[in-house]
């Protein structure tokens, strides 16, 4: 779960190639992201072990590099907001 987390907020590289841009295009947006994390909470992950993630990616020095993305803020916010705002049933219908 925790890759999954990091492949959202460190997004796209600028120079992917055309198979990274379709396949983070299919795979990279928000609502497959929480699609996936809906199904590791369902497998044993729970809302503490989420959190811990979040703050080890804001906090630990391993994740510098990321941090300094463009859009990374925003990205990590995003997971958090629609982690804390909607219910499984509405990420798993849509």
């Known amino acids: ?9 460190k997004g796209l590289s600028p120079d ?3 198979y ?10 928000i609502v497959k992201i929480l699609r996936y994390i809906e199904y590791d909470k369902k ?3 729970t809302n503490d072990d989420i959190v811990a993630i ?3 990616l804001r906090s630990d020095l391993s994740y510098e590099e990321i941090r300094s993305n463009e859009g990374f803020l925003d990205r990590l916010k995003e997971i958090e907001s629609s982690i804390a705002n ?3 049933t509405k990420i798993l219908t849509k």
């Open 1 to 9: 779960m925790e890759n999954t987390v990091i492949k959202h907020v």
């Open 54 to 56: 979040i703050e080890k």
């Open 86 to 88: 909607t219910p499984a």
């Open 20 to 29: 990274q841009k379709k396949m983070h295009y299919k795979y990279g947006g």
């Open 43 to 45: 497998h044993g992950v």
């Open 16 to 18: 992917a190639t055309r």
